[in-house]
């Protein structure tokens, strides 16, 4: 069987994806950035490990032997499933297995942000950081005794708010419906932005929640309060955040993006208020090795014609 890894990967990696041979799985790894060589391999590629960049009819079109997509992670939003369901391509997803990673470098940006440490970095690297600015010093903070609210209640939340509990903050959360054994006061949206410090969210990007933090909604947050986002840029109107964070917000920590990658002269890239990483908080050893195993089942599934683990299309 024929993979195609739609990724550019590590010597680490790439060193377990070559052991694969030996389970009758070939795999090929492509950057994203590498159109040319990505259609070059579609028409000998039977399955798609799909990342990040939109598959899309073109794509479906290139590859005649495609039997499966799988995505290495959770959000489908890039695949044009209809086109998968019309060409009988079957589409699954990896739940779980980078709920962990998410959490962690979710609050890695909640802390980074309140604690300026990109600017500590470089004002340290560049000699000034013990003639820092004194007004900087009155824009630092910790978690504990602060209110933060969760938008969504699904894996990578249920990680986070009991650490966030146990750091001392106040959680709350805004979820369609009750989940069992949360942490933290169940909320509405709107009563959400108004009483919290800090939101992250945690939602699939949908025709319903495109843009749900628009700047109606962003006007709602406190004075002073912080966004994150590791879920999908959609979520947020770009550019009513950005009146917002030079009107109102304290800052933001965002890993991703309505346009990826993030432009080179995009506004966000010049706010100092704002700590950027790019679409990397599911990256790390242990998702991957997660992933690929998880992948490789699915593979060995299809060879076999039984059923497909978390099979969407």
Known sequence: MRVLYHYAAGPVLQARLARLADEGIEVQTCSELDDARFFDLLPETDVIWHCLRPIDADVLAAAPRLRMIQKIGVGVNTIDLDAAQAREIAVCNLPGSNSRAVAEHTLGLMLAVLRKLVTFDSLTRSGRGWDRPPALEDTL???????????????????????????????????????????????????????????????????????????????????????????????????????????HLGGAGLDVFQTEPLPADHALRQCDNVVLSPHVAWLTQETLARSVAAAADNCHRLARGEPLANRIV
């Open 141 to 247: 903070g910790e978690i504990a005794g602060r209110s933060v609210g969760l938008i969504g209640y699904g894996a990578v939340p249920r990680l986070l708010a009991p650490i966030l509990d146990a750091m001392g903050a106040r959680v709350a959360y805004c979820n369609r419906s009750e989940p069992r054994e949360a942490t933290g006061e169940r909320m509405t949206l709107d009563a959400l932005l108004a009483s919290s410090d800090i939101i992250s969210l945690h939602l699939p990007l949908q025709p319903e929640t495109q843009h749900l933090l628009n700047a109606t909604r962003l006007q709602r947050m406190r004075p002073g309060a912080i966004l994150i986002n590791t879920s999908r840029g959609g979520l947020i109107d770009t550019e009513a955040l950005l009146t917002a964070l030079t009107d």
